[in-house]
């Protein structure tokens, strides 16, 4: 099943912010500004976050292989941001670019309260049902967010017209988180994995050397091919 309206939605709306990121950078590069990194890194983000919204279709593909252009400019251009970071001894990989290519994320099972993203009421009285699509007057809710899409800054949806949208769940207070399960599509697209640890003797066996506690390990996935995804199968 492809994603929703919503879902596409919001993955065109980071596409469009990657690469307005992107020729950000590129721009900033060319003029000698030392701003070129911080566009491009957060280009990185947002082409990641867009690949999350857009699984399923056609548009994945397409961030997919924007995100490693701008990845192999973070590399060739800003080299020593693209090292491993470090814990206890073992290396932390936490770049987007190589962490999107794990598909799994999570689901959190909790106790809290929840209200509906149509009509701002609790979930377990109002009317609508999680995930079914229906057709509802915009507006925005007490907090700025727009009832169609979720946005806090939404500028696609005219207050008083009517569009089409997918109910959701905006859960708003957690008492308490009962148990997490990964899972190949989570129910919020964005929550992924952040960081991994990697033990320092599976870096040294690879590079066939001892790596010195405190030298820089550099990270050069952008400067290779793009070896594929792993799945939920491939890590469990």
Known sequence: MGPSDRHL???LRHLRDARSSAFSATSALA???NSAEDHARISLQRYASAMNWLEDTPHFDVAHGELHEIGRLCREQFPEECRYGGADGDLVQSCPAALVHTRVGFSPGMIGNAICSVCD???TECP???GETILVEALSHSDGRCNICGSG???AHVPGLTYSAEVGVV????YEIEEVSIVDRPRQPDARIQSVRIPRADIERRLGQRIPLGAHVNCDRCLSECRGFSSMQDIV
């Open 153 to 155: 800054s939404c500028v």
């Open 171 to 174: 859960v708003t207070e957690v």
């Open 31 to 33: 003029a000698l500004d």
């Open 9 to 11: 939605e919001i993955g």
């Open 128 to 130: 609508h049902r999680p």
């Open 121 to 123: 009421e609790d979930v």
